[in-house]
């Protein structure tokens, strides 16, 4: 990723606006993953408002993987990524987050624009007062599969998220609660999510 290219407006089918520096191969190849999980379509249908892929997101100070707004639904993902956040191998409740197991930088981006997508998922999910989706989101935190998943109950969503979309049997064998939390989600938005193993 060449990092002396300026942020310029692009087009994407997954936000009504984009900016990126990324040139149009470095993009395609970063946002396939939607259409590799199937998400492309449905993405077209409930689009980002806004797609920002920037070298650096921060985030109150702290630099960040990603960020998303549930109010305006944008998300932000960082390109650049030091090889120190990435390469760990899986182990349930043992890695800071799922893009903290991929194997290369493209790879991560790509995980963190599904964790993202998880947000994205859940803010058009909205408030849901099913038995399971309040048991799992009240108890089951402590028991997510990532450090990061364990910070708070949106972070929870969007890892089980993107645990659902590359580690799936590993959710289901370790937190059963979050794989059916994200399976009616799914249902309950119109979203078929193909696994994707990262192996």
């Avoid at 849901?128 to 309040?134: I, M, R, S, V």
């Avoid at 979309?165 to 937190?175: I, K, N, R, V």
């Amino acid at each position: 990723m060449n990092p002396d290219l300026p942020l310029r407006n692009a087009n994407t089918p997954y936000a009504l606006e984009l900016e990126t520096h990324l040139d149009a191969v470095l993009l395609a190849r970063l946002t396939c993953i939607y259409e590799d999980i199937g998400a492309s379509f449905w993405l077209a249908v409930r689009p980002l408002s806004r797609l920002e892929l920037t070298r650096e997101v921060w985030d109150e100070g702290v630099q960040v993987a990603g960020l998303y707004s549930y109010p305006a639904r944008w998300m932000k993902v960082a390109t650049r990524r030091v090889k120190t956040e990435y390469g760990k191998p899986w182990v349930w409740q043992g890695v800071y987050s799922v893009s903290s197991t991929a194997t290369t930088q493209t790879q991560a981006v790509q995980m963190t624009l599904v964790h993202e997508l998880g947000h994205h998922v859940h803010s058009v999910l909205g408030v849901l007062d099913e038995a399971l989706f309040l048991k799992t989101m009240r108890a089951n935190i402590l028991q997510g599969g990532t450090t990061y998943s364990r910070s708070r109950r949106t972070e929870y969503f969007a890892e089980c998220f993107a645990l659902y979309t590359f580690y799936s049997t590993e959710l289901l064998l370790g937190d059963p609660e979050g794989y059916g939390m994200i399976e009616l989600a799914l249902e309950r938005v119109g979203l078929e999510v193909k696994q994707h193993d990262p192996r």
